[in-house]
């Protein structure tokens, strides 16, 4: 009888599994950074641990809806940067960020408060040589325009070239801050720190703006960052340090952000964050842009300019603007994923960062892998033992599955950021278990068949018909239970969802490409179609016996 359908060519289909692991490890050597490792979690390379500590202008305690959300909106930018293996969770009145890796700068700027206001500039003075007269807003410190994307920008002129970054205080600077009172706990002074700033930076007051401005010092930490007030004047520093600004009240609230992306302008060799503004957003842009006509105007976030552009042209329609300043392509990613999923509700300092020790989280992986090691041994041994030479079968299926996985977890960890931790270890054994059993179903379909007194080469095609349907049955189930448990769980439980509904798919794939064929073609042949060799001459001792009892009633 010739094979049913589905089952021919297995060695098209043992082709077209070799392909994709073709495929997968030439991504693997070729591509990205060309590491054949995957990404580890923090319990296995260890990480950087930052408590950072809510602070409030007046002083008063976080309100724990704050601080949840802070810690959902930190969360996502996580996700967004695909900072794979981070955990975010609050201690108290602290929000505790801990990335893998020894970078703890990365958890800090995590937590950025993302307070963006746009103001307009009415006074720049360069941060060195504070001396000099006051530049007015029309303009000419150097300054890349701020115009719509679709319009190409024009290069304002300069008159003379960009002042240094200040590196000191200078000599007839005097102490804007009192020394620390050791009788107030650091909360109060944050809070008197901030007042203190706010009324010397933000007054209304021409003379003490003008006061603020000869003093201001881009050297120092600002204990006004993101919590200025924007229904007041600012005196600031930008981000690089070399300019100091009188700016206006806020005309627009980073609220008002739609949408935020990055890329690489071409036409100036720069990288830009690009912003869409909603409704309301749109026409203050329109508004904004229509009075300050070759005037500057300042995107302040957390209380530093980070770009001063001359508008070239005004009014500008459309609701679309970008941020040009000294940027690289992860600054730019970074400041565009913060704006997009908005400013924290509260602004943080870090009051400590301390390393995380690898050493247990390794410990227990050494023991897991063991312990993996032992169960696979203990698996093919009973396979052999029950199966004969079809246990090969299994192991060399497995080898297989195993191939695959392991190039995906390096791709997948290049590519979206994820992390193998000792809960993703765990999903990966029970799914290659899962592997197992789909191989254990097969095989006793085979033998089902063999009872009604086929042969091995006719059962085989007819056990993987009858197989295949609960093969796909089981692993749909199993892959439904990981994506809920997925959706629905947090921190590490995730990570063994993720890799539990991975293996169940390369479940799939493996049977189909790789065990199915192996058998068909082993059916075929006469040596493994021997009963010594494939275990199954006792079913079909079965057969004959069957089949002699059915011929003794049908002579009766």
């Known amino acids: 009888m010739p094979p049913s359908q589905g089952s021919a ?56 809806d704050s601080l949840k959300k802070a810690q959902d909106i930190i969360e996502n930018r996580v996700n967004g940067l695909g900072v794979g293996g981070s955990e975010v969770v609050i201690d108290g009145d602290n929000i505790v960020i801990t990335v893998p890796g020894d970078d703890g700068q990365q958890a800090r700027a995590l937590a950025t408060t993302a307070k963006l206001y746009i103001r307009p500039v009415l006074q720049a003075v360069p941060a060195a040589g504070r001396g000099a007269t006051p530049q007015t ?43 620390a009172d050791p009788s107030l706990t650091p909360s109060e002074e944050a809070t008197k720190e901030i007042q203190a700033a706010r009324a010397l930076r933000q007054s209304s007051d021409p003379s003490v703006q003008q006061t603020a401005l000869a003093i201001m010092d881009c050297g120092k930490a600002d204990p006004l960052a993101g919590n200025d007030d924007p229904a007041l004047p600012l005196v600031t520093c930008s981000t690089d340090g070399t300019e100091v600004f009188l700016l206006d009240k806020s005309r627009i609230d980073g609220q008002e952000i739609k ?28 508004a904004l842009t229509g009075e300050y006509v070759y005037k500057r105007v300042a995107f302040v976030l957390d209380s530093k300019v980070v770009s001063a ?34 400013s924290l509700p509260l602004s943080f300092q870090t009051s400590e960062a301390e390393t995380v020790s690898a050493t247990l989280g390794l410990s227990s992986l050494k023991a897991g892998l063991l312990a993996g090691a032992v169960g696979l041994v203990v698996v093919l041994l009973y396979c052999l033992t029950y199966y004969r030479m079809l246990g090969f079968v299994t192991g060399l299926s497995l080898v297989a599955s195993g191939f695959a996985v392991y190039g995906i977890m390096v791709l997948l960890g290049r590519w979206i ?70 959706i629905l769980a947090v ?39 021997k009963p010594s060799v494939n275990g199954l001459g006792a079913i079909q001792q079965i057969a004959r016996e069957r089949k002699a009892a059915e011929a003794a009633l049908g002579k009766a």
């Not at 592997?435 to 080469?457: H, L, N, P, Q, Y």
């Not at 479940?507 to 192996?518: A, E, H, I, N, Q």
């Open 137 to 179: 807003t029309p303009g000419t410190q150097p300054a890349p325009a701020a115009q719509p994307e679709t319009t190409q920008p024009a290069t304002p002129e300069t008159t003379e070239p960009a002042p240094a970054p200040q590196q000191r205080v200078f000599p007839a600077q005097q102490p804007t801050q009192p020394p």
């Open 9 to 64: 060519h297995p060695l098209r289909l043992l082709g077209v599994y070799a392909a994709l692991l073709a495929v997968i490890y030439a991504l693997v050597f070729f591509t990205g950074d060309e590491s054949p490792t995957p990404k580890l979690g923090i319990d296995l390379q260890g990480g950087t641990r930052v408590t950072l500590s809510a602070r409030t202008p007046d002083g008063s305690k976080p309100s724990q």
């Open 309 to 342: 552009p001359v508008v070239q042209q005004g009014p500008q329609q459309g609701g679309r603007t970008q941020i040009s300043g000294n940027f690289t392509a992860t600054s730019a990613k970074e400041l565009a994923n913060t704006l997009k999923y908005g």
């Open 259 to 286: 949408d935020a992306t990055s890329g690489l302008n071409t036409q100036q060799a720069r990288h830009e964050v690009y912003l869409d503004f909603k409704s309301g957003g749109s026409d203050a842009w329109a």
């Open 417 to 486: 950021g994820f992390t193998l931790d000792l809960a993703g270890i765990a999903g990966l054994i029970i799914g290659i278990g899962m592997t197992a059993d789909s191989f254990v179903v097969f095989f006793e379909r085979i033998k089902d068949e063999m009872r009604e007194g086929r042969s091995f080469r006719s059962a085989a095609p007819r056990g993987w018909q009858r197989a295949r349907r609960t093969i796909l049955s089981g692993n749909a189930v199993s892959f439904i239970a990981a994506a809920v448990l997925y």
């Open 491 to 529: 921190g590490q439980v995730k990570g063994f969802a993720f890799t539990l509904g991975l293996t169940t798919i390369l479940d799939v794939v493996v049977v189909f490409l790789v065990t199915s064929p192996l058998v068909l073609l082993a059916s075929r042949t006469a040596f493994w179609s």
